[in-house]
């Protein structure tokens, strides 16, 4: 179940400039591992671990692969997904454009094995 707390904040810029407006914030919850998702495969369906570990790799690596060619990813029930990138405005008469963003809204979990910390993917 989702939940949600109020929360509030100052507005400073627009209509509601100075006002406290109020506003719902998702609560972070528990997540399931790696594992537990596999368990749960496995309990409603026919395969063993590995052939599950396998399916699930494979997705992961399609879901990469298509988001960094530049294309949405639609999973039926599970949701559809896209790359969000966010640039900056520049002043006419510049030569070139200032560097594109290089974080994205998917990290793989390739990515994560390479280092300790979370790195974002990047097609740059």
């Not at 790359?83 to 520049?90: L, P, Y």
């Not at 998917?106 to 910390?117: F, G, I, L, N």
Request: glycine residues 4%; aromatic residues 8%.
């Amino acid at each position: 179940m989702l939940i949600y707390k109020v929360k509030s904040e100052m507005m400073r810029i627009g209509k509601n400039k100075g006002k406290t407006m109020f506003y719902a914030a998702p609560v972070a919850q528990d997540k399931i591992t790696a594992k537990q998702v596999e368990d749960r495969i496995i309990n409603l369906t026919a395969l063993s671990r590995a052939d599950v570990r396998s399916a699930i790799t494979a997705l992961a690596e399609i879901v990469r692969e298509e988001m960094f060619a530049g294309r949405a990813i639609d999973l039926a029930d599970l949701g559809s997904f896209k790359v969000i990138s966010t640039g900056s405005a520049w002043k006419a008469g510049r030569t070139s454009p200032p560097k594109p963003s290089k974080r994205h809204a998917y990290s793989s979990s390739h990515a994560r094995k390479c280092s300790s910390r979370q790195r974002w993917c990047s097609a740059w």
